[in-house]
């Protein structure tokens, strides 16, 4: 297809364990962006690349996250040791360009239940 | 505080009114601002985008940009049952790779 594409589309794990989320952009996009979306709330940041640099990941809220996009197309977005509190909808967004003043087209996001 | 700040909501409208939704942000140096719509268990579309003060009209949207203010707002006119959704402001800012968003608004149109 011609959208951004993620999966697992859920992915239940128990507390303690690791998951990997996956994110194929739309093809030639430049930019890619992680959030973390709890229910009721927007979309919180997590990190962005540029192509295979990772520009900025202050929004990873500890060192448990981890992301990377290595060859500047397919990232993933590795969680280890997972706690409840990372329960979330994982949304994955790309863009054509470099920077983030221009619009996003997103995945439909990845639901993360830690039992 | 939130860098972007919506009306919560519910807001509800009957069927072909004008819904209007607000947006404050605080980076003055945020550029461009977005409007996505969000349905219920799916991802952010992309409605509207202005990058100067003023109006920007499509179709049924109408986006409106005030910088001094600090302010955007988006009006739906003739409302229908399938605007029923979560509508996000999203005001990216100046530190670099982040797109802030606003937590949403809840639309309801009415039949």
């Known amino acids: 297809g011609a959208g951004v594409s993620q999966s697992p589309r859920y992915k239940v794990a128990k507390r303690g364990q690791d998951v990997a989320l996956r994110c194929d952009p739309i093809?030639?996009?430049?930019?890619l962006f992680w959030y973390q979306q709890a229910l009721g709330q927007g979309p919180e940041f997590l990190t962005y690349?540029?192509?295979?640099?990772?520009?900025?990941k202050s929004g990873l809220p500890s060192d448990r996250f981890f992301a990377e996009r290595p060859e500047g197309s397919v990232s993933t977005l590795k969680i280890q040791r997972t706690q409840q509190e990372d329960s979330a909808v994982y949304l994955c967004?790309?863009?054509?360009?470099?920077?983030?003043?221009?619009?996003?087209?997103f995945g439909d996001g990845t639901r993360l239940s830690i039992l | 505080q939130k860098e972007v700040e919506q009306n919560s909501g519910p807001l509800s409208v009957p069927e072909g009114a004008i819904a209007s939704l607000n947006c404050t942000y605080s980076?003055?140096?945020?550029?461009?601002f977005f409007w996505y719509r969000q349905y219920s268990g799916k991802s952010p579309e992309l409605i509207m985008s202005?990058?100067?003060?003023g109006d920007k009209e499509d179709g049924r949207f109408t986006a409106q940009l005030n910088k001094a203010s600090q302010y955007v707002s988006l009006l739906i006119r003739d409302s229908q049952p399938s605007d029923s959704a979560t509508y996000l402001c999203?005001?990216?800012?100046?530190?670099?790779?982040?797109?802030?968003f606003g937590d949403g608004t809840t639309l309801t149109v009415k039949p």
């Open positions: 999203a005001a990216p800012g100046t530190n670099a790779g982040k797109s802030t």
């Open positions: 202005i990058y100067s003060n």
């Open positions: 690349f540029q192509n295979e640099a990772q520009l900025d």
């Open positions: 093809s030639g996009h430049v930019s």
């Open positions: 980076d003055r140096g945020s550029q461009s």
């Open positions: 967004a790309s863009s054509p360009q470099g920077g983030f003043q221009q619009p996003q087209h």
